[in-house]
């Protein structure tokens, strides 16, 4: 096999004190947890770039076992963010922690002013996670739909946020 050519990485001295490397292209976080964050257009194709990128970052942190789920929520959420948010920035974020994973979508689509209109919305949402649900609910985590949190003077931090916890 041959060896790994490294020129894109920093070289690490040998004095820098926190043990092996775990390898040129799977660096560890200090507790040990996943974090993948990526940002998409919000149009059907990029269901498969978020399956492509899931795929990788369980299989290489070992986490396998949670690819069908895991895979099932980010298109479940990338399917129903297209239909409202056509076109927008879709925002996907992994996390592994305690043996719990966590996958959350921020799409762009935004709050509306009219109360009917937020829970006809939310519930045409909701009615279009069923899949999703029966999945979670087998696994026995949670999921969820809700407003984005807005950060003041920002005017591309509004939408929907969707989540998914998946424990052992």
Sequence with gaps: MPPFIRTALCPVGAGHGH?????????????????????????PRSAAIVRGAITSALRAHGLDRFGLPAL??????????TKLALGEDLYLSLRHRNDTLRVVAW?????????????????RRRRSLWLLAAVVDDWGGDWGIGEAVVRPGS??????????????
């Design 72 to 81: 099932l929520a980010a298109t479940e959420f990338v399917a129903a963010a």
């Design 155 to 168: 005017r591309h931090h509004h939408g929907t946020k969707s989540w998914v916890v998946l424990p052992r």
């Design 107 to 123: 799409d762009q689509h935004p709050r509306h002013a009219d109360t009917d209109a937020v829970i006809l919305c939310e519930d």
């Design 19 to 43: 043990g092996p490397e775990p390898g040129p292209y799977l660096p560890r976080r200090p507790d040990g947890g996943l974090a993948l964050s990526l940002t998409v257009p919000c149009v």
